[in-house]
């Protein structure tokens, strides 16, 4: 059968539901095949040895899949389509977005032990950096003075857009000019491929917790990072050594939630426009840091960059974290649990929860605070979300300002 890639580029509608799944006719299924082998019967020794040998050098393929730790059917599958999505040569898939992590910084590691991070991060990744585990030290700094903290030992830039969890945007050219040989990484979670290809625009690789919207129904932990041919060798190779494979029953749940990708990612994004824009109007909701507010995007960078704003919004309530749990808790739609990119909203308080393991300097120069929310718009009805949203705000906080003043008002 023709390759439908191959006679001209398609549309990312398209790529999602036919990406990966460029065999099946000549394999005659509709759907893709299982593959749970943890080994494979070795039919010729002399190709057998071929394989292994290209495998362990990296290589995306071998006649023979050989071993489980080195490569599976099913999770190539999933990594064929992602790089797809991301305009890219090639994908790694890893047991869960840490793992990724995990594996960039130690294929960096040939360039030097020093790591230039922008912050806000997400909070498993700044602990991460600040630990000095994997043996390398991390200067945190703004994304304008990336260009002055880079040394001949960088190994890696670090940035998110948008960031977890206040939603900055940074400006990924900008960034890759400052850095200029050090290869740039983007956790580009948030956006997802359906929003920003930040290969485009000169990151080197490219991440995702694909526990979120890749997977999109919180069934499935895993991390994938979209590259060039010569990192994702690299990344393959760290990936066999150090075990952070994916089970290709993630993998092959992963390839199905892709095919809605561009569905979900769209229709929550609507969802998530109106609703910024009614918490904007709230007396109880001090601070909206939304994309797709003219504030929440001081560089212009939604339809430059990236092509919408997406669908998380994180917000400060009139309080602390006990207000904040009040309103949490007064949720009956919205399930207060972390994680985000799900079918269903959720809400979760960063600095408490998934930002608690960032230091008190680091949150703060993050602009983390108590008063923070932040919410995962899924595919529910949005005036269902209003109207939960609305009363959990009212039972948790008291009486909205507005409202009483509406009430004076109309009294007299
Ligand atoms: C969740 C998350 C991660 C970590 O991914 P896991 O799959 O939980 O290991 C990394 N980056 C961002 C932006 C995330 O939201």
Known sequence: MANLFESRPVHADTSAVHAGREDFIALGVHA???????SYPL???GEA????????AGRAEAPNSFYARLH??????????????????????????????????????ERGDHVVAVRPLYGGTDALLESGLLGMSTSFVPAQEVGDAVRVDTALVVIETPANPTLKLTDIEDVVRQAGEVPVLVDSTFATPILLQPARFGARCVLHSATKFLGGHGDVLAGIVATDREWAARLRQVRILTGGVL?????????????????????????????????????????????????GDPLGLVGRQMEGPGSLISFEIDGGL???????TALRVITPAVSLGSTDSLIQHP???????????????????????????????????????????????GKPRNEVVEEVAMGG
């Open 32 to 38: 893709p095949p299982l593959d749970l082998s943890t």
């Open 72 to 109: 599976n059917p099913t999770v190539a599958r999933f990594e064929r389509a992602l790089a797809q999505l991301e305009g890219t040569e090639d994908a790694v898939a890893f047991s869960s977005g840490m793992a990724a992590v995990t594996a960039c910084l130690l294929a960096g590691r």
């Open 43 to 45: 039919g010729d020794i």
């Open 322 to 328: 006990e207000e904040a749990s009040a309103v949490m």
């Open 247 to 295: 089970h290709p029953l993630a993998g092959y749940l992963l390839h199905r939630g892709l095919a809605t990708l561009s569905v979900r990612v769209h229709r929550a994004q609507r969802t998530a426009m109106e609703l910024a824009r009614r918490l904007s109007n709230e007396a109880s909701v001090t601070r909206v840091l939304y994309p797709g507010l003219p504030e």
């Open 49 to 56: 040895v071929a394989s292994l040998d290209d495998l362990v």
């Open 351 to 397: 600095a408490a929860l998934t930002h608690r393991v960032v230091s008190e300097g680091g949150r703060d120069s993050g602009g983390i605070t108590e008063g923070m929310l932040r919410l995962s718009v899924g595919l529910e009805h949005v005036e269902d979300l209003w109207d939960d949203l609305r009363q959990a705000l009212h039972a948790g906080l």
